[in-house]
């Protein structure tokens, strides 16, 4: 009897195991955040295809490695939330036409008496565009402005679904608009702007800054105020980021995520691909358009499997090809989120090796030796 029980619990057990909880993951995922694009019953059909769900559970159990960073997130809490840190910057102040709010993080020599005014670092925090903050970045911004010596600011931007990207592009745009209205208030200089972006937010920088060198009027800023801030961006560091929409939509499908991800539906669907990525648009541009590109610098970790590592490879590529500045640094061993949360604490296993890149192309943007 005993013998029996055992055999017949086996089983059960194995397929509770093997069934059972990727159908209950998979299954609550797409409850959660999307369906796939189906009618009727055929959505459900496609939702539990196996080679869908055994990708989907894959893709969502990667999520627990996330709980490693728990020590960073009590970290950035309670210094956050500590008063006495107020002095290294300026929390919650408005800006855009949204009212959104940036938080602005002091270089450590702007106290030193006469100081020179230091170039700005615009911060464009990443999370699918769906999701993040500026706050989880503060120990980020501290340590960049130390790092670069530099005036760090991290904006918040309306992500989905309270806006779409051209919304989020806005913001940015925006942001950038306020630095050049208050660099003599916070002494920082105007006119030596660097963005730095990860993930999505390495997207939405270049996209920016691309949409400004095109003048869109979908930006609702004055043309001749676009033509300024370009010129005062110096460069652009991507760590990570996505600038092919339709080839990562093809990432997506082959992670079965791509129905739950918020991508698609903050592009307002797939037919908006083109449109927002860069690659599509800088084969739109003339001659002059492309001599007013600024540099970029691609940062990616080759153990990234959420963005893969071709995604920058074959933007480099096609920067060298239309003769626009551009500098690859391939990081070993790093996947994507290392690759920002190590740039949060000194004691992070990569902080060295992504900040000395980091580091390496500001100077060249800046155009001055960075005493770091």
């Known amino acids: 009897m005993i013998g029996l029980k055992y055999n017949v619990s086996l089983p059960m057990a194995a397929g509770a195991l093997l069934v059972g909880i990727p159908y209950s993951i998979s299954l609550v995922a797409q409850w959660m955040y999307g369906w796939p694009n189906k009618p009727g019953y055929k959505k459900y059909i496609e939702a539990l295809k196996p080679r869908r769900i055994y990708c989907l559970t894959r893709a969502v159990l990667e ?61 464009i925090y990443g999370g699918g565009w769906g999701s993040g903050e500026r706050s989880i970045y503060c120990l980020l911004a501290m340590q960049m402005a130390k790092e670069l010596s530099a005036t760090v ?13 051209l919304s989020m592009v806005q913001d940015i745009a925006d942001c950038l608009v306020w630095a050049r209205e208050n660099g003599h208030k916070f002494k920082f200089d105007k006119d030596n702007i660097v963005l730095i972006g990860h993930s999505a937010g390495a997207h939405l920088a270049a996209l920016t800054v691309l949409f400004m060198v095109e003048g869109r009027d979908e930006l609702f800023i004055d043309a001749k105020k676009q033509t300024e801030i370009t010129m005062a961006i110096r460069g652009v560091t991507g ?21 739950v991800s918020t991508m698609h539906k903050a592009m307002n669907g797939v037919e908006n691909f083109p ?24 940062l990616h970790g080759t153990s990234d499997i959420i963005v893969p590592v071709a995604s920058s490879q074959r933007f480099s590529e096609q920067l060298t090809l239309l003769s626009i500045k551009v500098s690859l640094y391939l990081m070993p061993k790093m996947d994507h989120t290392e690759i920002v949360t190590d740039l949060m604490a000194t004691d992070r296993h990569f902080y060295n090796t992504v900040y000395s890149c980091i580091k390496q192309e500001y100077s060249k943007f800046i155009g001055q030796v960075c005493h770091c």
């Open 239 to 259: 760590l990570s980021g996505v600038y092919n929409i339709i080839d990562h939509y093809e990432h997506e499908q082959m992670r079965a995520v791509e129905y």
């Open 275 to 298: 449109y927002y990525s860069p690659t599509h648009l800088l084969k739109e541009f003339s001659e002059e358009q492309l001599k007013r590109v600024p540099p970029f610098c691609l």
């Open 153 to 165: 600011i991290c904006p918040d931007y309306c992500t989905y679904p309270k806006g779409n990207v």
């Open 63 to 123: 999520m627990l490695k996330y709980f490693q960073y728990g020590k960073l997130y009590f970290q950035w809490k309670s210094w956050y939330k500590n008063v006495e840190n107020h002095k290294h910057y300026e929390k919650g102040i408005a800006f855009g036409r949204r009212s959104n709010r940036l938080d602005l993080y002091y270089s450590p020599t702007v106290a030193q008496p006469g100081s020179e005014q230091v170039p700005v670092v615009v911060f």
